[in-house]
């Protein structure tokens, strides 16, 4: 598949540190696997394992449970984990994981998902607004602490400005494309089908994360599970290389599913998966951009403890 690593290796919200203390116990034997589903930005394997039941095959002998909880969020994910009611965090971007591990959340990646460079976007409506240097003194919508506010930070020094020349609005993503659409800001940082559909509400792209940052999407458990169930964290990365698989071997069946869960034409689906390289492991080109999302973090107090990134990556996820 051409846009497919072979190898086996939206929303992406984040937000500022909490404390957490203590740690999950899990009991054995495992009767219910918890996992998050999350559709953005267009996670065609996700949509491909929920739609065949992949999942509810593999464990399908062991008795047990797959229960899919639609968290868009990687913050919430992460809270989610330390709450002990989400066992996987099938899509997580690596800032999310930053902040959960600095704030004593103990989460490991343990496997890659995607880098999806081609669908991380801002974008405004204002035909006068054509370039990132027209941005200042506007208001620009997204969500902080992530790939995308990250971003939108990198393209404003880019052009000699900063954080203080736009008026930043916290918001997540469907709410900053509803906004930019009814024209209470002038930017939004959207990502994959609220991409598409700004454009065609009469929206334009001005930036990219090409050139600027690349989006990495991992997939990640809590420490203390991957310690109890090591075998079931093998086996649902597993069924992540099974469903890639898939992809490469029937690939107009899966953009028909994703296109159909995402309520989009097949041609914006196919463009959509055409701007993300689906991974299954990491390498060391990943690690470096991982202490870049870290420095980015700190630099702009999102991140108060800088933390060993070699810790927080399990063997099994790197090349």
Partial sequence: MKKTMARFCISIIAIPCVAFSGS????????????????????????VSKK???????FKADG?????????????????????????????????????NSAGNRIKIVGGYSRATGLFAIVAKDPAIKTVKDLKGKKIAGPKGTVLHQMLLVAL????????????LFMNIPDALTALLAGSVDGALLAASQMVKAEKAGGRVIATAQGLVVPLLTIAVPEEFLKKYPDIVKRYLKVHEKALKYLQEHTEEALKIGAEEDGIPIEEARRLYQGTTFITRLTKTDLDGIEQDQAFLIENKMMKEKVD???????????
Avoid: C
């Fill in 52 to 58: 065949l039941g992949m999942l509810e095959e593999e």
């Fill in 24 to 47: 999950v116990a899990y009991t054995a034997p495992l009767k219910e696997l918890n996992v998050s589903f999350v559709k953005a930005p267009f996670n065609l394997p996700s949509i």
């Fill in 64 to 100: 047990i449970k797959v229960n899919y909880h639609e968290i868009t969020s990687g913050a919430k994910q992460s809270q989610a984990m330390a709450a002990g009611s989400l066992d996987v965090a099938n899509v997580i971007n690596t800032t999310s994981v930053l902040i959960a």
């Fill in 309 to 319: 990134i070699s810790a927080l990556i399990d063997p099994m996820a790197m090349e």
């Fill in 157 to 168: 020094n880019k052009e000699g400005m900063s954080a203080k020349d736009v008026e930043f």
